[in-house]
């Protein structure tokens, strides 16, 4: 006498071993991050010939910089000798106000004509000079 199979069992469909799956995935997330890196790199690069003239005279008439990608208002001011304090105030930012890819930051210098208040005139001024 045969044994038949009983009708009612189904075999589960087995899944593909994760390492299968993970081998699978890999290329595309490594093309992925390959793919980023490239579009970030290549909106760094500027082409000095597309300048337009309105881009010509901004740029003589007053220092800015054009925001890119990773930048940061500290970092700009660092990198252009300014206070961070004085590039967030020229701006109107505060150190919280976030800042955009393309935005344009005026860079202008710190005046030399600057008069920063004396101990004898903030003494005078409060009352406090004897």
């Keep these: 006498m045969t044994r038949s199979p009983s009708r009612g069992v189904r075999r589960a ?5 994760r390492s299968v799956v993970a081998f699978v995935a890999f290329p595309f997330v490594v093309i ?9 790199a290549s909106s760094r690069r500027r082409d000095p010939g597309a300048a337009s ?17 990773g930048d940061t208002v500290s970092e700009i001011a660092i990198r252009h000798g300014l206070p961070t ?11 919280k106000t976030p800042i955009f890819l393309g935005q344009v930051i005026r860079l202008d210098p710190i005046p030399d004509d600057l008069e920063w208040p004396s101990a004898e005139n903030v003494a005078d001024r409060d009352g406090l000079a004897s």
């Design 13 to 17: 469909r087995s899944k593909p071993p």
């Design 85 to 95: 304090a004085h590039v967030l105030a020229q701006n109107g930012l505060s150190w």
């Design 53 to 69: 003239a309105a881009d010509a005279t901004e740029a003589a008439d007053e220092p800015s910089y054009r925001v890119e990608l």
């Design 32 to 40: 992925g991050l390959v793919a980023s890196k490239v579009v970030s």
